[in-house]
């Protein structure tokens, strides 16, 4: 079964809307997550490392302000997509090592679809 | 800093055929070497990984890789193919340290009958 899990898996909002996605270490914890976002027919792209108890760590090109990442504890990260758009439309997955570091496991992905 | 290169984007071959799919990376330090498949629109699916020791890692689904340090590649094969294996492939890698994670550009496999 999952170990890492996300929810929604997809999920419709309207322009200008909020969203929030969740990702979930089930049987460990996790004190660092990672987010990606894919394209239609593209890569995964490395948006940020979400890190318990501090700031999330964005990479070059990744709005902040627009993608809100929260490491509230040691099992959970959310993602917000605040005022969100069309452009934002989007499949998004999270990761987490095990706390062994040795393997890392990936969500289901979540769906957004703005309209 | 690491990077994946995925040398082609598509690969067609007949059913019960070999494939290779290529991957190359580079990288100034440790790594371990992943290769997963994406089913349409569906959530990555680990096939195979190298952390370490022997440097042909078998995998689920018939696939293997072998890790090469001298060509810095880590291409898989699978030595005969089902049109059920029609997906997208990415190679991928990540630091030794935290497991962040590059992709690839991803190899679609399109398998013939």
């Known amino acids: 079964g999952a170990v890492v899990s996300q929810h929604p898996s997809r999920v419709i909002c309207k322009s200008g809307t909020s969203v929030k996605i969740e990702c979930r270490s089930l049987?460990?914890?996790?004190?660092?997550m990672f987010w990606y976002r894919q394209f239609p027919k593209k890569s995964l792209m490395l948006m940020a490392t979400?890190?318990?108890?501090?700031?999330?760590?964005?990479e070059q090109g990744v709005e902040k302000d627009k993608f809100l990442i929260n490491h509230a504890s040691l099992t959970l990260s959310t993602l917000t997509v605040t005022s969100a758009h069309p452009e934002d439309s989007s499949f998004y997955i999270c990761s987490a090592p095990d706390s062994g570091g040795n393997t890392i496991y990936f969500g289901e992905g979540s769906w957004l679809t703005v309209v | 800093a690491q990077s994946v290169t995925q040398l082609d984007s598509q690969v067609p071959v007949f059913e019960e055929a070999p494939v290779e799919l290529r991957c190359n990376y580079s990288s100034s330090v440790s790594v371990y070497l992943f290769w997963y498949v994406q089913y349409p629109n569906q959530g990555l699916q680990l096939l195979l990984k190298y952390l370490s020791g022997s440097t042909l890692v078998k995998g689920i689904n018939g696939f293997e890789a072998e890790f090469n340090k001298s060509q810095t590649s880590f291409h898989l094969r699978k030595p005969s193919v089902h049109i059920s294996d029609t997906a997208e492939y990415f190679c991928a890698v990540s630091d030794t340290g935290g497991f962040k994670t590059i992709f690839g550009a991803g190899t679609r496999l399109f398998v013939k009958a």
């Open positions: 979400s890190n318990e108890g501090s700031k999330a760590t964005y």
């Open positions: 049987d460990f914890q996790a004190t660092t």
